[in-house]
RNA sequence: GCGGGUGUAGUACAACGGUUAGUAUGCGAGUUUUCCAAACUCGAGACGGGAGUUCGAUUCUCCCCACCCGCACCA
């Protein structure tokens, strides 16, 4: 457990420009979290990071990018239709859920006896939906509302429109259908395995990347950003001969580990967990989560699952395709079968908050100061004059800014308040360097240096402007 | 979804059935300032929404909305 308090990463990812709670200013909206300068950066930078690793880094892996909005058909290949669209009642007593319309008496709990203990059947379906096509609004009008499920049968939408108690059926025109917002991404690029493979030929084992959004219909999100109903996923499926699953697993465990190095994240404080068979789903083999010591506890970050040729099969089940691959040496084709790497942007970033969250004091004065890796540091340098009013002061500095901005890029300008101020400013959203230019940049032995001040130890050196991109 | 709680400025708090809703901090501008949140001046900024009671509601009542905490859910 992280000594961390996770409000005080809400309060200053607020106040400093981080993350804001989704729809703000309309006083929120459960689950969704919007991000500010800052924390887009930061984000960009983790999966930035993330990209260059896996991707360009790597051998055999290639990157895809598919769309949020999927055939139905994909959701029902893979079992999320079938699993999640029934409606569900729940008993008062007992707290246990039927499928409303397989119970054969609707008013008693087949389980606890009792009588008139359910409630209004609901549909247990985390995923989202809207429409694609035409929908006839005339009829809808009126403020009624209108229901809609998936008719499994025709793939199409049956609606009704409930007003008062009367229930009225209708249908919605033919070129209407009911679609999901995709709930995880890892279906995006198994539908594109073939499409890849007959393209561009890649020699087994291969990994295909994503990164994208997914949408849940959490009951209940919570704690900060680490569940959320509008989330990021960075996921590679990694196609391996059903022989090699083993090593490759093994090697994965090893990526993962480096990746978290690669965050900033104190190895002590993350964990893996081999996740027993009753846990796992049941096509994966062997899973192992990696959990990481968060301030709400010790939670999943990242999962490694091996998913058999389970998630191919289907696809090749329901769309009657091979999803078979042919090796180039000639040898018996064969499905492969999948190791997933499965990571959380949103969790990503939150650990790494977490981790670089310090606390030291200043002068009898409490310091708050990101130790983030000047990797990912939404602010790389801060340029500073020591003071404002001097315009040759100013000048200087800027041209100094003008010089780093051009060179690294995410570069600040900070002249408010006082320059211990700043400095502090710069603590809280954890840029590495500061460059202060003084009196001594202009004159004297000490001119064209500038000071570089280190955010952890809040130690100053004197540099040479020609020698200040080396040295930071 | 159930139970409980809370909604006043970016944040943290205050007050009040009745003049212009106050304080701190933060924020912006300026003066000043030769290295770690100094000082001074000026400025911007809030009663979640809707009904009701009342001469009058930010304050009381009800409804809605949102958020927080527990439970449940988490393929």
């Not at 490759?248 to 900033?264: M, N, P, Q, T, Y």
């Not at 068979?277 to 709400?296: G, L, M, N």
């Amino acid at each position: 457990m992280s000594d961390v308090k996770l409000e005080d990463i809400v309060s200053l990812a607020k106040r400093r420009g981080f993350i804001y709670p989704g729809s703000d200013v309309y006083g929120g909206l459960a689950g969704t979290w919007d991000y500010g300068p800052l924390g887009v950066a930061l984000k960009r930078n983790i999966m930035n990071l993330w990209w260059k690793m896996f991707v360009d880094e790597a051998d055999n892996m290639y990157g895809v990018d598919a769309a949020i909005l999927m055939n139905q058909k994909v959701w029902q290949a893979s079992g999320h239709v079938d699993t999640f669209t029934d409606p569900l009642v729940e008993c008062s007593n007992c707290h246990n859920r039927f499928r409303a319309d397989k119970l054969d008496n609707p008013d008693k709990c087949p389980v606890c006896g009792k009588e008139h203990t359910f409630g209004e059947p609901r549909a247990f379906n985390m995923m989202f939906k809207t429409y694609i096509g035409p929908v006839d609004e005339t009829k809808v009008a009126g403020g009624a509302t209108m229901i809609s499920d998936l008719n499994t049968q025709t793939g199409k939408a049956d609606s009704r429109i409930t007003e008062t108690n009367e229930t009225v059926k209708y249908s919605l025109s033919d070129d209407t259908s009911l679609v999901y917002l995709r709930p995880e991404t890892a279906q995006g690029i198994f539908t594109n395995f073939k499409n890849v493979v007959d393209s561009f030929y890649p020699d087994l084992p291969f990994g295909l990347a994503q990164q994208g959004k997914a949408f849940r219909n959490e009951i209940s999100p919570r704690d900060f950003i680490f569940r959320s109903r509008e989330f990021e996923q960075m996921e590679i499926e990694y196609f391996v001969h059903p022989d090699q699953w083993e090593t490759v697993f093994e090697d994965w465990i090893k990526r993962v580990h480096l990746w978290c190095d690669a965050l900033g994240l104190p190895a002590e404080s993350v964990h893996e967990l081999e996740v027993p068979e009753a846990d796992r789903a049941h096509y994966s083999k062997r899973t192992v989560d990696f959990e990481f010591d968060f301030p709400i506890g010790r939670e999943e970050l990242l999962g490694l699952a091996y998913r058999t040729d389970f998630d191919l099969m289907n696809i090749q089940r329901a769309s009657g395709k091979s999803m078979e691959y042919r090796p180039k040496d000639g040898s018996k084709p064969f499905v492969p079968h999948v190791i997933e790497p499965s990571f959380g942007v949103e969790r990503a970033l939150m650990a790494v908050l977490s981790a670089a969250y310090k606390e030291d004091e200043q002068n009898g004065e409490k310091r708050i100061y990101l130790a983030l890796p000047a990797h990912l540091a939404p602010v790389k340098v801060a340029v500073l004059p020591l003071v404002k009013n001097k315009p040759e002061l100013v000048a200087k500095a800027r041209e100094v800014y003008d010089m780093l901005k051009k060179e690294i890029g995410n570069v600040m300008w900070v002249d408010t308040g006082n320059i211990g101020k700043n400095y502090r400013k710069m603590d809280e959203i954890g840029t590495p360097y500061c460059v202060t230019v003084d009196f001594e940049t202009l004159e004297g032995d000490t001119a064209g240096t500038v000071t570089v001040r280190n955010r952890d130890t809040t130690e100053q050196t004197r540099v040479k402007i020609e020698d200040l991109i080396e040295s930071i």
